[in-house]
């Protein structure tokens, strides 16, 4: 057994605390600024793109709503008719959403897909319909239909298992639980994309959080749209997701 | 002793020691000089022009000094006898001949020439007005360029304001300066002497129409303007279309720049010279509309009120009477205003009032946003400032419709 001098112990380890923490405070005291560690955070606070974005207008609005309707119709064509109201009526929904944050963030809206401007609604609605059907269907060709299922598992599976659990744990088949799954979230970045083209989407998300933004916006009322949006893309894409 | 040297001895010269609001009252009376000069310099109505008439300015000397308006009166009165006309009675011009008066007796000429200057700025509206109920600046023109001789002073000087500065200021006070040092009560004729000196700008020589029976003007601007308008002879302005909708100015307008300058004057004066608390539904309604937080919208519209801004808020709310075509109080207090400045300034783009209202605004918020927010406006977007910008066209009109229609 040894013997301890405790005191003797304690004396010192408090000796070695007090010139650790005078250290620390000659530290802090002497401690300058990297320069360039200054700039790079205001860098990274700084909004580039401020000044990129075009006000909101209500009538390139209601000729997004046009195209972008034609989007779905195309997307919805085989949709269960006794699911066809609650649909529409989420659609709806979920348009008006779109417009709240594009008024909220005053930026100019969008029409999706290249070469998509509201002119083509002066051709016949076939040809439009025709034209979106395109740009539709090579969306979903690049994103879910061109790839292996490897290729979507490594890509999707992250965001896609939660669902296909939850399906496999309900006696769904497994395999086409994820395919499913995954499907619903192809489906939610189409319709993001669909309605928040561009960095429009970026630049909503970028307002959400955007400290000067904050402090004289309303943030917490943008939070609030921009997440009653995801609801309802997610809930629309497990609609679609049945569809296509 | 005089009842106004008393007066003036008992009441004003006690306030008037404590320096803070001796500098107070002379800074205003400046601001007011000089508010009358840069607009009328920047007029081309000649002498046509009508002032911004600082009447809630002026009426807040009396709180300043813990005045009473009716004992003034009372003691003018007591000077000036009985017979008295309406103008005599103004408090308006009681409370800035006090303040000749004291400019006076301190030897302080520059506190007594301006205040000579604000009241004389209402003497010239009102002989201008009852002697120009329409007054064409082209027909003025002329007769100020063709058919003035150079005995006549408005030949001499371009406009009114230079016109009552650096001519009637100075020689009225020079001349009747020293007789009210000895007797105050003498104010009556530098008064009236001065009511005289504008009226002869405007109509001298009176005699009788010997066809008509009635007094006319032989001298000064009425009978040759008359004459002038007659003959149809007048100077046209270089007619350059700037905006998209401008028209060419036409005789009715300058019945209706009459009105405006009252409702400029009369709310500018208001929410400079007062803080106001807003209704919250105001707020909520301005947040509902913009997204900017409501306590933002509250530190930007108290922000306002404050004399500092007294030039951009004068000048904001004329460009905006000007774009809504506002021509009498009657348009403000309609319905329709809302509607009409969200059509022709909030929602109007690339004509030139609409794009200098944008810069005044942008001026004031970035002053707002320095001292009271302690933030860069300029660190927000293009599309962000046209959402804090509406925050003060709101609050400019919910000010316009206030004093106007509901009397403050």
């Known amino acids: 057994m040894f013997l301890v001098d405790f005191q003797k112990e304690k004396d010192v380890s408090e000796i070695a605390r007090q010139a650790l923490l005078n250290e620390k405070a000659y530290n802090d005291q002497n401690k300058s600024v990297d320069l360039l560690f200054e700039v790079s955070q205001k860098m990274k606070n700084a909004d580039y793109a401020k000044n990129l974005y075009q006000p909101y207008d209500d009538s390139i609005f209601e000729g997004k709503v046009a195209i972008d309707l034609l989007y779905y119709k195309h997307l919805l064509r085989n949709l269960d008719e006794t699911y066809y109201k609650d649909v529409h009526e989420l659609l709806a929904q979920t348009y008006r959403s779109v417009k709240e944050i594009y008024e909220f963030v005053n930026i100019k809206p969008e029409i999706f897909g290249k070469d998509i401007n509201a002119t083509i609604l002066e051709n016949s609605i076939e040809d439009v319909s025709n034209k979106l059907n395109v740009v539709m269907n090579e969306v979903l060709d690049n994103t879910f239909y061109n790839l292996t299922p490897d290729q979507r598992s490594k890509k999707y599976s992250d965001r896609a298992l939660p669902l296909a659990k939850k399906l496999i744990t309900e006696h769904n088949d497994p395999e086409e639980s994820l395919q499913y799954s995954i499907k619903t979230c192809v489906l939610e970045d189409i319709l993001t994309k669909v309605a928040f083209p561009g960095s429009n989407w970026l630049r909503v998300k970028h307002l959400t959080e955007s400290e000067d933004f904050g402090l004289i916006f309303d943030q917490q009322k943008l939070v609030e749209i921009v997440e009653n949006f995801e609801k309802q893309i997610n809930r629309l894409s497990k609609y679609l997701a049945a569809c296509v | ?408």
């Open chain 2, 1 to 408: 002793m005089s009842a106004i040297k008393k007066y003036y001895e008992d009441k004003v010269v006690p306030q008037l020691q404590d320096k803070q609001k001796e500098t107070q009252i002379y800074t205003e009376l400046a601001k007011m000089v000089s508010a009358a000069y840069t607009s009328n310099m920047a007029s081309d109505e000649s002498f046509c022009f009508k002032f911004n008439i600082p009447l809630t300015g002026v009426n807040n000397f009396y709180k300043i000094l813990n005045l009473n308006p009716v004992e003034v009166g009372l003691n003018f009165k007591a000077d000036w006898g009985n017979i008295l006309t309406a103008m005599h009675k103004d408090s308006y011009y009681q409370i800035l001949l006090l303040l000749v008066y004291h400019g006076i007796i301190q030897k302080k000429d520059a506190f007594a020439k301006n205040a000579l200057m604000v009241l004389m700025l209402k003497i010239w509206n009102g002989r201008k007005s009852h002697f120009f109920k329409f007054c064409d600046k082209r027909v003025m023109k002329y007769v100020i360029g063709h058919m003035l001789t150079n005995r006549h002073h408005s030949s001499k000087f371009e406009n009114p304001v230079t016109l009552l500065k650096d001519h009637f200021v100075p020689t009225i006070l020079e001349k009747y300066g020293p007789e009210i040092k000895n007797d105050p009560a003498k104010l009556k004729r530098l008064f009236e002497q001065t009511f005289a000196r504008v009226v002869q700008i405007f109509a001298q020589n009176k005699r009788t129409n010997l066809q008509t029976g009635k007094p006319e003007a032989q001298g000064g601007l009425l009978p040759l303007y008359m004459k002038a308008r007659a003959e149809g002879l007048y100077i046209s302005p270089p007619n350059v279309r700037t905006g998209e909708d401008e028209e060419r100015p036409g005789f009715e307008e300058y019945a209706t720049t009459h009105n405006r300058d009252e409702i400029v004057s009369k709310t500018t004066d208001f929410i400079v010279m007062n803080q106001i608390s807003y209704p919250a539904s105001l707020i909520s309604d301005i947040n509902r509309k913009t997204n900017v937080s409501a306590k933002i919208i509250e530190q930007i519209l108290a922000a306002l009120h404050n004399h500092s801004y007294f030039d951009i808020i004068q000048n904001l709310i004329i460009l905006i009477l000007s774009r809504c075509n506002i021509t009498s109080v009657g348009d403000i207090c309609k319905a329709e205003f809302s509607a009409n400045i969200q059509k022709n300034v909030i929602s109007s783009k690339n004509n030139d009032e609409a794009n200098k209202i944008q810069r005044l605004i942008d001026v004031l918020l970035t002053k707002i946003f320095d001292d009271k927010l302690q933030i860069k406006f300029d660190n927000y977007s293009v599309v962000h400032k046209i959402k804090i910008r509406n925050v003060i066209i709101f609050g400019l009109e919910h000010n316009l419709f206030r004093v106007n229609c509901r009397g403050n």
